[in-house]
Nanobody
Framework: QVQLMESGGGLVQPGGSLRLSCAAS????????MAWYRQAPGKQRDLVAS???????NYVDSVKGRFTISRDNAQNTVYLQMNSLKPEDTAVYYC?????????????WGQGTQVTVSS
């Protein structure tokens, strides 16, 4: 079993910054892709950014130039640096990872962390 533990959410004013962290623990041989999704009230959960084990990144257009995803493979941790935050970034942010253990490859979700951008 694998757990994804997120931290770093909170309330921030428009134009401010937050840094989210997600640490994976448990039965892990390797982690392929790690990503951040978000879900605003009444909306579907959408991909924000992803990063492969080799460091290749992908972003949704609405966050390009403002958000940066990174990871520490040795610590099985992924980060999301969010700058120039806007009210429309308000959502629950979820960590997601594709984990390979000794038997199979499984996709896991974190429990989510709330990000609220408001004055």
């Amino acid at each position: 079993q694998v757990q994804l533990m997120e931290s770093g959410g909170g309330l921030v004013q428009p134009g401010g910054s937050l840094r989210l962290s997600c640490a994976a623990s448990g039965s892990i041989f390797s982690i392929n892709v790690m990503a951040w999704y978000r879900q605003a009230p009444g909306k579907q959960r959408d991909l924000v950014a992803s990063i492969t084990s080799g460091g290749r990144t992908n972003y949704v257009d609405s966050v390009k130039g403002r958000f940066t995803i990174s990871r520490d493979n040795a610590q099985n941790t992924v980060y999301l640096q969010m700058n120039s935050l806007k009210p429309e970034d308000t959502a629950v942010y979820y960590c997601w990872a594709v984990v390979t253990n000794t038997r199979n490859t499984v996709r896991y979700w974190g429990q989510g962390t709330q990000v609220t951008v408001s004055s």
